[in-house]
């Protein structure tokens, strides 16, 4: 069974760092590139990071660049979101996903996790 459990979240104060885990199971880390979005209240959902299969290419959203570094260790079967400098619009829920043979993570994703809650505030 495909499962993608986040964890890692908390209450931090602004500047503060967090590192999310995303720990999968039921599928072979290696052929997936694997994403890292969050959904902030009343905001639409946006992604954060990915980090492609294979070459483990990243990409970062513009309002991330410089703070949050995202990587993966295949044997482990997890994908890291190192998170510094946080800030009050930081605050969401922060979903792990994951899509097969994917060059990036912008057409779509097969499996997600239910997300673990981040919340920046001093």
């Known amino acids: 069974q495909f499962q993608l459990v986040e964890s890692g979240g908390g209450l931090v104060q602004p500047g503060g760092s967090l590192r999310l885990s995303c720990a999968v199971s039921?599928?072979?880390?290696?052929?997936?590139?694997m994403g890292w979005f969050r959904q902030a209240p009343g905001k639409d959902r946006e992604a954060v990071s990915c980090?492609?299969?294979?070459?483990?290419?990243?990409n970062y959203a513009d309002s991330v660049v410089g703070r949050f570094t995202i990587s993966r260790d295949n044997a482990k079967k997890t994908v890291y979101l190192q998170m510094n400098s946080l800030k009050p619009e930081d605050t969401g829920l922060y979903y792990c996903a994951a899509v097969k043979y994917g060059n990036s993570c912008l057409y779509g994703m097969d499996y997600w996790g239910k997300g673990t809650l981040v919340t920046v505030s001093s």
């Open positions: 039921g599928f072979t880390l290696d052929d997936y590139t």
């Open positions: 980090i492609t299969y294979r070459t483990s290419n990243t």
